[in-house]
T-cell receptor, first 116, second 114 residues
Framework: AQSVTQLDSQVPVFEEAPVELRCNYSSSVSVYLFWYVQYPNQGLQLLLK??????LVKSINGFEAEFNKSQTSFHLRKPSVHISDTAEYFCAVSRRGLQGAQKLVFGQGTRLTINP | DTGVSQDPRHKITKRGQNVTFRCDPI?????LYWYRQTLGQGPEFLTY????????KSRLLSNRFSAERPKGSFSTLEIQRTEQGDSAMYLCASSPQGNRNTIYFGEGSWLTVV
């Protein structure tokens, strides 16, 4: 079975400051890794994903995450945040290589609050 | 592409009543998922359809829960004899054949059992 731990339940930062949201996972098999974002009263949106290849993946709005296999981590970073980045961020994993259901196992989420 | 659509968005019901949620996935997505999200937690997998076949169910899905996808398009999730512990957001998601790692979520259906 897989599990995901998001080390910070809340992260307050000032606008234009850098931010890192931490994610560690546990799995006995290889996994795919994802970050989803949930804005207030909305569903989840895929932010970025690691399937294979380069361990550094980037989103279109300036976020990036790096897969670190030895540390079983997939931390999310942004060098300069904006008020509009205020949201809940979820890290998720799924087993590699299975056909059929691609079940996501989510962490508990990190609430990112950007202060002016 | 209108996205995954869920209805109703909010439902308040009395304990013991039955409720039904509907999900319309993105057109031509053959995979459909239901997840449940309680306050302060990440979503948890409930069940999965490939076309009209329900191929997997979580142990979270008690016998009061039933999901269908009769024609391989829209899906319904019914909860019978609701309990206060059923209060949560029920999320539907879909993914296309050939790209099952990109899962699109709907905006969710909030259920409050009073």
């Amino acid at each position: 079975a897989q599990s995901v731990t998001q080390l910070d339940s809340q992260v307050p930062v000032f606008e234009e400051a850098p931010v890192e949201l931490r994610c560690n996972y546990s799995s006995s098999v290889s996994v795919y890794l994802f970050w989803y974002v949930q804005y207030p009263n909305q569903g989840l949106q895929l932010l970025l994903k690691y399937l294979s290849g380069s361990t550094l993946v980037k989103s279109i709005n300036g976020f990036e995450a790096e897969f670190n296999k030895s540390q079983t981590s997939f931390h999310l970073r942004k060098p300069s945040v904006h008020i509009s980045d205020t949201a809940e961020y979820f890290c998720a994993v799924s087993r590699r290589g299975l056909q059929g259901a691609q079940k996501l196992v989510f962490g508990q989420g990190t609430r990112l609050t950007i202060n002016p | 592409d209108t996205g995954v659509s869920q209805d109703p968005r909010h439902k308040i019901t009395k304990r013991g009543q039955n409720v039904t949620f509907r999900c319309d996935p993105i057109s031509e997505h053959n995979r459909l998922y239901w997840y449940r999200q309680t306050l302060g937690q990440g979503p948890e997998f409930l069940t999965y359809f490939q076309n009209e076949a329900q191929l997997e169910k979580s142990r979270l899905l008690s016998n009061r829960f039933s999901a269908e996808r009769p024609k391989g398009s829209f899906s319904t999730l019914e909860i019978q004899r609701t309990e206060q512990g059923d209060s949560a957001m029920y999320l539907c998601a879909s993914s296309p054949q050939g790209n099952r790692n990109t899962i699109y979520f709907g905006e969710g259906s909030w259920l409050t059992v009073v």
